[in-house]
């Protein structure tokens, strides 16, 4: 059986609420977009979710950075991905009964160092979500619920479509999803970069789905993947 361990950080508001309930998970002094902890066979961090927009939310990704923008991590480099185990997390966390928005994020953010794979669960995107007990309890209980209930779907990895990945929020009912490489990220990625989105996994992805790609950033994937045995295909 797979070693999954539950972290959080003391240095984020989530983490201190997860700690303050009494769950045993391992808390990390360490910024989660920078930690290093890598111990068992995966890592789930459960830390705060910021936006701009300020959604009431909660969402799964995988940690990475697609571009040479960085916020922890280095630049150009994924972190490995997990599909099945973050794919139930959010079939999972979109059955709670609590008023929060529940998606996939494109994959973002560091750290990219650990050599097993991260999942980030975040709640957001302010003070008043961070501390509410009720909301984090019920995120915290999911997580643990699902470590050992992974589905076996076929595995995909997600080109284009918005940050918060609406359409591949959709199809996590039928697939297992790993990297997502949203749309306005896609220019700036490099070849290498799309490689690893679909390599850098502990499942072997079996497609590749585009969502609202222009002609020329679909050529630019198809090359980059030439020697890779997956399917790439449209789904808008």
Not at 90 to 99: A, H
Not at 205 to 232: F, G, P, R, W, Y
Request: hydrophobic share 35%; aromatic share 6%; net charge neutral.
């Amino acid at each position: 059986m797979m070693k999954i361990n539950v972290v959080c950080s003391l240095k984020d508001p989530v983490g201190q609420t997860v700690k303050s309930l009494g769950y045993a998970v391992e808390a990390l002094d360490e910024e989660p977009i920078s930690f290093r902890y890598e111990k068992g066979d995966a890592v789930i961090m459960i830390c705060r979710h910021s936006s701009a927009a300020g959604v009431d939310s909660v969402t799964v990704h995988h940690p990475g950075n697609p571009t040479n923008s960085t916020y922890g991590g280095e630049p150009f480099t994924l972190g490995i991905s997990f599909p099945s185990l973050a794919s139930e997390i959010l079939r999972r966390l979109k059955k709670l009964d609590i008023p929060l928005q529940k998606t996939f994020e494109a994959t973002h953010h560091g750290p990219t160092s650990q050599r097993v794979p991260v999942i980030f669960v975040e709640l957001g995107s302010s003070e008043r979500i961070w501390r509410n007990e009720k909301y984090v309890k019920s995120v915290v209980d999911c997580v643990l619920a699902t470590l050992d209930e992974k589905q076996e779907k076929q595995v995909a990895v997600g080109f284009g479509g918005g940050h918060y990945a609406p359409s591949f929020t959709k199809m996590v009912e039928e697939l297992n999803i790993g990297h997502i490489i949203s749309k306005h990220q896609l220019a700036e990625s490099p070849p290498q970069v799309l490689k690893q989105a679909v390599e850098k996994s502990v499942e072997r992805a079996h497609k590749v789905l585009l969502d609202n790609v222009n002609s020329t950033i679909k050529s630019k994937i198809e090359q980059a993947l030439s020697e890779l045995e997956v399917e790439i295909k449209r789904i808008s």
